[in-house]
């Protein structure tokens, strides 16, 4: 697993219909509309948010690898992959992210695991100072009430806890690198965490690569310790709000709100001081994430078979393309659409 065989990944889902830059925007987790729509569109949804923060050069170097291995190529200003590319794509296993799930909150839950490991390790061994390795406020509160709150004596916490990682490390699926990973990115009293670069050396990797393979065993760890509060319930409390609730962005689930309650568009506009195009926006969310949406209220049926059956036909979720098919849509009645294409309308109402 390397960003570059990721990235082949996701410009293949895209189909040659979109710039090099949207598979930038869907690692980082980008959440435009344009962005958020490729994500459903093109079935990308794991691999959403999986590194917010990349570096561009990081993602530069990525995409000259593909073009030199000649895995990729750019047509009509779109990027492309090149059969050898399909042949490399077929030989790597599958993934297991779940970025769109967790959308960079998987590194919460670890910041949190982290510092009670660290914390109950040197409580047990009777150290009360000393340098928290997460600094955030926000996750050193929240480790400080969990321990606090822990009825067991240190030694009992120490050896529960204890127990738990190893029952779940050795459950949820996570390969032998990804253990090792994951036990060195911990650290304890007289024991410190290792770097990236130091780990990457270790297992004669790269850097991208070790930290991709780690947040691939925090998506993996996630659900088996959410599902099982029993087994692992020091884990599950620190699963608390990792998990998004709802799919659409805090703005679109505003907006939702007042159209649930009976405002038009045009008003929701006016009251929330937005463009017409970002409640358009917040629109398209709600139709790709909620399967009761109301499409019908903005495009009749007709419509809506007419453009799903030339859009599977021509192969192509192009707005531009169905436009020219399409005079009489607009943009927005276009993207709305598409969103629910592949859910169908069976569950919606009109």
């Known amino acids: 697993m390397n960003l570059s065989t990721i990235l082949l990944f996701i410009i293949e889902k895209m189909s040659g219909q979109r710039s090099m830059n949207a598979s930038l925007h869907i690692i980082r987790g980008k959440k435009s509309g344009q962005t958020l729509q490729d994500v459903d569109y093109f079935n990308s949804k794991p691999y959403f948010g999986i590194w917010p923060k990349i570096r561009q050069d990081l993602f530069n170097d990525a995409i000259e690898e593909l073009f030199q291995e000649g895995f990729i190529c750019v047509q009509d200003e779109f990027i492309h992959v090149t059969e050898k590319g399909r042949q490399a794509i077929s030989a790597v296993a599958p993934y297991q992210f779940k970025g769109w799930d967790y959308r960079g909150k998987e590194m919460v839950f670890f910041g949190r695991v982290a510092l009670v490991v660290q914390t109950v390790s040197h409580l047990r061994d009777g150290i009360r100072t000393f340098v928290p390795m997460r600094s955030e406020t926000e996750i050193q509160m929240f480790v400080k009430k969990l321990i606090l709150q822990q009825s067991l004596s240190r030694q009992q916490l120490g050896a529960s806890l204890r127990e738990e990682l190893i029952l779940a490390i050795n459950n949820c699926g996570m390969t032998d690198r990804q253990k090792y990973l994951f036990s060195y990115r911990l650290a304890g009293s007289g024991m410190s965490a290792k770097t990236w670069e130091q780990l ?57 709100k007042m159209f649930d309650n009976g405002y038009s568009m045009k008003d929701i506009a006016t009251m929330r001081q937005l463009k017409q195009s970002t409640i358009e926006d917040h629109f398209v969310e709600m139709a790709m994430n909620d399967s009761k949406f109301p499409i019908r209220h903005f495009v009749v049926e007709e419509a809506i078979e007419a453009v799903q059956k030339k859009s599977e036909a021509l192969r192509t979720k192009r707005l531009k393309v169905l436009k020219d098919e399409f005079e009489e849509l607009s943009y927005f009645q276009l993207r709305l659409i598409l969103a629910v294409q592949k859910r169908g309308l069976k569950n919606e109402f009109a």
Request: one cysteine or more; proline letters at 4%.
């Open 200 to 256: 990457a050396l270790t297992m004669e990797s790269c850097v991208d690569e070790v930290y991709l393979l780690f947040i691939e065993s925090l998506h993996k760890l996630l659900p088996l310790v959410e599902k099982n509060k029993e087994d692992y319930p020091l884990l599950h409390q620190c699963t608390a709000d990792v998990k998004v609730h709802t799919y659409l962005t805090d703005s679109a689930y505003r907006t939702k």
